[in-house]
């Protein structure tokens, strides 16, 4: 048996044990995927545990995406131009890391013209700056082809805005920074949450989406809750939205393959949607 996991603090709430269950049951591996609350401060422990456990690999969730980097033996160039990883392999006993973020990222924001106005991105961690690499590179549908757009100015938005200046600095990306509260632009294409805001157990996300022309999407990286605040209000002013399955799906599907050798059967992807937001797929797996 192929087993592999995902770690995180807290991880109670992660689908991605359904996701990769769902795919290896229409595939017949001989595998499975579960999840592992790892503390902070056993993070490197866990990690380095890995092999010994026999364990193919681990997704890595809030809020270890950075943290991780200093506890692998190699790093995937993609991944360490990120400066965050979501994916560890393991490979003849090393642990190598991968970020399929950006990867789930540009499926999701395939067709979305940015050309426009700005793209906002909340957050300075992990999953924001797979966010702003997403962006930078342009947009890519998986069956549309390359479909890249203009690198548009981006402003991220954290709470330290220091950090956001940090994170367009590492991905070499154009744009400014500003603190939370700061009112969205009136130009805003595109707007993603890039923060646990608004997820089950965590604060809400207080953001003003008055400014945001009728033609902006807002894109919510959060999928617990799926339906999140930010979206039903964004939805209810009639603008375009992406809900954060849209990302874990495609970042799932490449981390699978890299975990079990196989590509994903995105051919049930319907399906498997259908499995995800149903009220049971939020009972705890084992």
Do not use: C
């Not at 067709?111 to 924001?128: K, P």
């Not at 930078?136 to 220091?162: C, F, I, K, M, S």
């Not at 975990?259 to 995105?266: E, L, M, N, S, V």
Request: aromatic share 4%; hydrophobic share 50%.
């Amino acid at each position: 048996m192929r087993s592999a996991g995902v770690i995180g603090w807290p991880v109670a709430h992660s689908r991605s044990p359904l996701i990769h269950r769902f795919w290896l049951a229409k595939l017949g591996i001989d595998g499975d995927y579960g999840r592992f609350p790892v503390h902070p401060d056993g993070l490197r422990d866990a990690l380095r545990a890995l092999p010994a456990l026999g364990l193919a690999g681990v997704n890595v969730t809030v809020p270890h995406k950075v943290a991780a980097l200093a506890h692998l033996d190699r790093v995937d160039p993609a991944a360490a131009r990120v400066g965050a990883v979501n994916t560890v392999v393991v490979a003849d006993g090393a642990l190598v890391g991968h970020n399929t973020d950006v990867d789930g990222v540009i499926e999701a924001l395939a067709g979305i013209d940015r050309s426009a106005g700005r793209t906002v991105v909340l957050g300075a961690g992990g999953a924001a700056r797979a966010v702003v690499a997403a962006v930078h590179q342009g947009v890519r549908g998986r069956d549309a082809g390359d479909v890249r757009g203009r690198r548009g100015e981006v402003l991220v938005l954290n709470r330290d805005p220091t950090r956001g200046a940090a994170v367009l600095a590492d991905l070499g990306t154009a744009g400014t920074t500003g603190p939370l509260d700061t009112p969205l632009p009136a130009d805003t294409v595109l707007l993603v949450n890039a923060t646990s805001l608004g997820m089950t157990g965590a604060p809400p996300l207080a953001i003003d989406l008055t400014p945001l022309p009728p033609t902006a999407t807002v894109f919510d990286l959060v999928y617990a809750p799926l339906e999140t605040p930010l979206l039903a209000t964004a939805r209810a002013r009639g603008l375009r939205t992406v809900d954060g399955l849209a990302m874990l799906i495609g970042q799932a599907a490449a981390a699978f393959a890299r975990f079990y050798g196989a590509a994903a059967p995105r051919e049930h992807d319907a399906e498997l949607r259908a499995l995800l937001v149903a009220p049971t797929s939020t009972k705890p797996l084992v």
